[in-house]
Every structure is written in structure tokens, then in C-alpha cells.
């Protein structure tokens, strides 16, 4: 978004709080931290700053994770959030897949959705 760091025009981390891309109340020891990060970053292309973040977050531990907000699991309902219809059916497909493993737990081995009355998506089924 900025580009390279200037010395004559980044002098102080004022710079850094005008980005709104990091999280408030941020610590002015933080984004002395950014900024130097930020020196030692000079010079990459933007294809070559993508990659080194993207081999930056790949080592974060919840990156590409989405946690859903849920109530008690003690209640009679719980409910899940999405922000569109395909985390939706996609998470519902992956808990009748969960579901349908442990019905299979303990019983003898056979090919998942080959029992009477086991279907896991019919042609026809609207989501």
C-alpha cells in the first residue's frame, strides 16, 4: 500500500496509524516494530513483498482459520454464523460427513453411505 520506506518522509510512526491495518489501541512499541520491519523490507517487487507474506502468515498457527461464535452446546440449539450460503454448506456437509463417521464407529467395515438408510446428498437436495 506504501510502498518502499523513505527516510526524509517517514520520519516517526505517525505513518503507520493512517493505515487503519492494524488492530486499536496499538502500542507505539509496536509500531516502531512495524517500522522496522518496514526498513528491512526495501526494494522487494510486489510480487516478491505477496510472497514473503504469505510465507509469513503460513507459519501463524490459527491463519485460515474461521472460528464460528456458537451457544452452549448444553442448550437445545446452537447456533452458527456464516457470511455466505458456501462456508454454510460447506460446514454442513462436513458435519454430516463427521456425523456419518461416528455411526460407523464400532460397527462392521463398509463403504461410507452404503447402508440402509445412509445418504449423504441426494441429487435433488436444496441448500
Request: glycine residues 6%.
Amino acid at each position: 500500500e506504501i510502498g518502499d520506506f523513505l527516510e526524509e518522509e517517514y520520519l516517526d510512526t505517525l505513518y503507520l496509524t493512517r493505515l487503519k491495518v492494524l488492530p486499536s489501541p496499538v502500542s507505539e512499541e509496536l509500531l516502531k516494530k512495524v517500522m522496522e520491519y518496514h526498513k528491512a523490507h526495501v526494494g522487494l517487487t510486489p510480487e516478491d513483498a505477496e510472497y514473503s507474506l504469505l510465507d509469513t502468515v503460513r507459519k501463524v498457527d490459527l491463519y485460515g482459520i474461521r472460528l464460528h461464535p456458537a451457544r452452549s452446546f448444553y442448550k437445545d440449539a446452537v447456533d452458527f454464523y456464516f457470511d455466505s450460503r458456501v462456508e454454510c454448506k460447506h460446514f454442513w456437509k462436513k458435519c454430516i460427513e463427521h456425523h456419518t463417521h461416528l455411526l460407523q464407529v464400532g460397527q462392521s467395515a463398509r463403504p461410507l453411505g452404503s447402508g440402509p438408510g445412509i445418504k449423504l446428498c441426494r441429487r435433488d437436495a436444496s441448500f
